[in-house]
DNA sequence: AACGCGACCTGCGAGC
DNA sequence: TGCTCGCAGGTCGCGT
């Protein structure tokens, strides 16, 4: 479900919720969900009761809260420990009240404390279980921190996402360093898209939506693409992106944090990816007779219009 | 070293 | 009705 608007609404929701509050008591339904943890469950709950949420700050599509551990009174910087969230394809983070029923994919539930009006448990619920929670150890970086949206940066960031490059919406993003990692590769422009080490928060949907806004297909080489080609498939992946999270933005004010980019809001701007065998829009204006076809590219399906998206001869022009 | 595939999971709708 | 198949927005690790 979740590519990078959708986690960037769940971080701020989020963050307005939990920043400044006591993990109480954890449960743990199903510890598949938590089995990055290696320690195991005893030693996953034994480090978040009595720790406090410090923030919400996410690279790519990882999201994680730095912890202040109870009786360490300052933060010392690199010593940091955080609880790190991946929602993988079905994850959510939801804000609920005790008397809520549990959701049928309930895995992982935690109490925290008190606070006027607020919903008394952070609930992570996960139907396919390939995202997951576990508690890791922040680590120094000369590069600002994690994300420029969060609020308040730290000069540290969890181990686990120190490989995962800046996405398009962060301020910190250098398109210069994109550039560079693209030519160095030999490989498909969609692949480079969809690599969190090269420009990260895409994932299949705005892939396809990045390069037919682009006018680029899936297969292009990387190593030749010019710098006006590589510009316009970043700006259309920073376009769509923001457009999807504006929409996701709506929901702020709901009383849990909403984690469904599928509720249709912004589905229906969408203009390769899930249109298998409807008119280009593009091509429609322009009179033309395109229509996007659904193929199959790294097992799974890839969107273009065959007219203003044409397949590279020799993986070139 | 980098790439690319299979594995990790559950559930839904289509087709027989 | 009930089976099987294909499909779903992600990431990691291993073999090449």
Redesign the pocket.
Known sequence: ???L??VEVVRRGLARWVRGRTITSVDILDP?SI??HALGPEDFAGNLEHATVLDVVRR???LWMPLAMEGTPAHEPGTGVALMA?????GQLLMQDPHVPDE??LKVRLRLSEADGMPEQLRFVD?????GLFVTSLVPTADGGPGGLAEAPLPEIAG??A??ARDPLDPHFSFEDFYRKLK?????LK??L???GII?G??????DEALWRARLHYARA?DTLRRADALRVVEAAREVMSDALAAGGTSFDSLYVNV???SGY??RSLDA??RTGQPCRRCAEAGLAGVIK?E?F????SHTCPVCQPRPRNGRW
Request: aromatic share 8%; charged share 30%; proline share 3%.
């Open positions: 479900m979740p590519e608007p959708e598949r089995r990055r790519g599509k990882f991946h929602l993988g394809m079905s049928k994919h139907q396919r279980i390939f995202g686990e996402a490989h995962i160095s590769r030999r490989t498909g692949r480079a969809l690599d969190q990260s895409i994932g299949n949907i705005y892939a990387t469904n980019g599928d912004f589905a990816y899930g659904r199959q790294m097992n799974r399906s």
